[in-house]
């Protein structure tokens, strides 16, 4: 038994937010039905790349999980949708705010006839003046600040590798639901539990956020580096960069240690953060002309031996690679579909890989007669 068996999650969301949330839920036991248009969810179509002419996009987001189509314009389908709601422990949606009012399935309307419904929406900009805004994350990334943090300090600015709020979000709305659950457990009653994209970017930039806030200042592009520690950015070796990381000055006394510097923890200029992180371009080419004497690898095993925080800078087959070498299990394969484990361990419910990632509607009929039982 996972830690959430038991719970019926109505999944009402789609593309990525809200699907991963789902995800992580399944894995650890409950049973998430995930409510798609005829049309189904975006990410079916978002392709390349494909496993067996199926979007990985939206195989990576979508196990354990059973699939119904409903077409919300069909009254015999709202039925269905609100019997569904009306059952569930959670239900979670990313329609723009206001958008499930007109088909009973608001939290108000669900609330009414199911006040143990733990109600969770996502949405772009919140329910105020941005409720009308359309919620994808690469806005966001723009609107927020990040892309401004983002790039080379001469070139333009970058987005992030990955939709990286739409992750944030669903992992805020998770904590969300599992908080109001329990606060359910307590009184018996569910409530309504509301992220969105904006701020759970503004909450995510931490030290550049509070920096502003409780700071005044407004940080700026400094591509690989960081404004309140130095070394903490790749450094060229022999062979290519590696990360180079002193987070205390112990580790920097020991980083000069490997690099036979031994002379530099002592120099006023470079003893502690501060000094570093003020005399950089002072202490950056020391550093390199060192490094420069071996590889990337070699200086890898060697600083990680003496505790030294460091990377290579893999491409993600090689982060996958380091993970097997750890022992970590990375890919689970769920009914022939290989995905990626879920991160979270527990030594008495682990998580659990039993659906894969359902078809268009391949649970319809099922679901559909359980829901017209009582």
């Given at each position: 038994?996972?830690?959430?068996?038991?719970?019926?999650?109505?999944?009402?969301?789609?593309?990525l937010a809200g699907p991963y949330a789902t995800m992580l839920l399944a894995d650890l036991g409950a049973t998430v039905v995930k409510v798609e248009s005829p049309g189904g969810d975006d990410t079916r179509t978002w392709m390349?790349?494909?496993?067996?002419?199926?979007?990985?996009?939206?195989?990576?987001?979508?196990?354990?999980?059973?699939?119904?189509?409903?077409?919300?314009?069909?009254?015999?389908?709202?039925?269905?949708?609100?019997?569904?709601?009306?059952?569930?422990?959670?239900?979670?949606?990313?329609?723009?705010?206001?958008?499930?009012?007109?088909?009973?399935?608001?939290?108000?309307?669900?609330?009414?006839?199911?006040?143990?419904?733990?109600?969770?929406s996502i949405s772009g900009f919140g329910t105020g003046a941005g409720a009308g805004y359309p919620g994808y994350d690469l806005m966001v990334q723009a609107i927020s600040g990040l892309m401004s943090l983002t790039g080379d300090?001469?070139?333009?600015?970058?987005?992030?590798?990955?939709?990286?709020?739409?992750?944030?979000?669903?992992?805020?709305?998770?904590?969300?639901?599992?908080?109001?659950?329990?606060?359910?457990?307590?009184?018996?009653?569910?409530?309504?539990?509301?992220?969105?994209?904006?701020?759970?970017?503004?909450?995510?930039?931490?030290?550049?956020?509070?920096?502003?806030?409780?700071?005044?200042?407004?940080?700026?592009?400094?591509?690989?580096?960081?404004?309140?520690?130095?070394?903490?950015?790749?450094?060229?070796?022999?062979?290519?960069?590696?990360?180079?990381?002193?987070?205390?000055?112990?580790?920097?006394?020991?980083?000069?240690?490997?690099?036979?510097?031994?002379?530099?923890?002592?120099?006023?200029?470079?003893?502690?953060?501060?000094?570093?992180?003020?005399?950089?371009?002072?202490?950056?080419?020391?550093?390199?002309?060192?490094?420069?004497?071996?590889?990337?690898?070699?200086?890898?095993?060697?600083?990680?031996?003496?505790?030294?925080?460091?990377?290579?800078?893999?491409?993600?087959?090689?982060?996958?690679?380091?993970?097997?070498?750890?022992?970590?299990?990375?890919?689970?394969?769920?009914?022939?579909?290989?995905?990626?484990?879920?991160?979270?361990?527990?030594?008495?419910?682990?998580?659990?890989?039993?659906?894969?990632?359902?078809?268009?509607?391949?649970?319809?009929?099922?679901?559909?007669?359980?829901?017209?039982?009582?």
């Amino acid at each position: 038994m996972g830690a959430l068996d038991g719970l019926l999650v109505a999944d009402f969301s789609r593309i990525l937010a809200g699907p991963y949330a789902t995800m992580l839920l399944a894995d650890l036991g409950a049973t998430v039905v995930k409510v798609e248009s005829p049309g189904g969810d975006d990410t079916r179509t978002w392709m390349p790349p494909t496993r067996d002419d199926v979007s990985t996009y939206y195989l990576g987001i979508n196990r354990n999980k059973r699939s119904i189509a409903l077409d919300l314009k069909d009254p015999a389908d709202v039925e269905v949708a609100q019997r569904l709601a009306h059952r569930a422990d959670v239900m979670i949606e990313n329609f723009r705010p206001g958008g499930l009012a007109r088909f009973g399935l608001d939290y108000d309307s669900v609330h009414a006839a199911n006040e143990k419904i733990v109600y969770a929406s996502i949405s772009g900009f919140g329910t105020g003046a941005g409720a009308g805004y359309p919620g994808y994350d690469l806005m966001v990334q723009a609107i927020s600040g990040l892309m401004s943090l983002t790039g080379d300090p001469d070139g333009s600015p970058y987005r992030a590798g990955i939709s990286v709020f739409d992750v944030m979000a669903g992992l805020h709305a998770n904590i969300g639901i599992l908080a109001a659950l329990h606060h359910r457990g307590v009184t018996g009653t569910g409530q309504h539990v509301e992220v969105n994209l904006l701020s759970s970017a503004l909450s995510g930039l931490v030290n550049h956020s509070s920096g502003y806030v409780a700071g005044g200042t407004v940080p700026f592009r400094m591509g690989n580096a960081h404004p309140s520690l130095f070394p903490y950015e790749p450094l060229p070796t022999s062979d290519g960069e590696l990360i180079v990381i002193a987070g205390n000055d112990g580790q920097f006394r020991k980083l000069c240690q490997v690099l036979e510097l031994p002379e530099l923890p002592d120099d006023p200029r470079f003893g502690r953060n501060q000094e570093r992180t003020r005399n950089r371009d002072e202490l950056r080419p020391i550093l390199v002309e060192r490094l420069s004497k071996r590889t990337k690898d070699e200086w890898f095993r060697e600083l990680l031996a003496a505790g030294v925080p460091c990377a290579p800078i893999n491409t993600i087959d090689g982060g996958f690679g380091l993970a097997e070498e750890l022992g970590l299990d990375p890919v689970v394969t769920t009914g022939g579909v290989p995905g990626v484990r879920n991160p979270i361990t527990f030594s008495d419910t682990p998580a659990g890989y039993t659906l894969p990632p359902p078809g268009l509607n391949e649970h319809g009929e099922e679901i559909r007669a359980w829901l017209m039982t009582d």
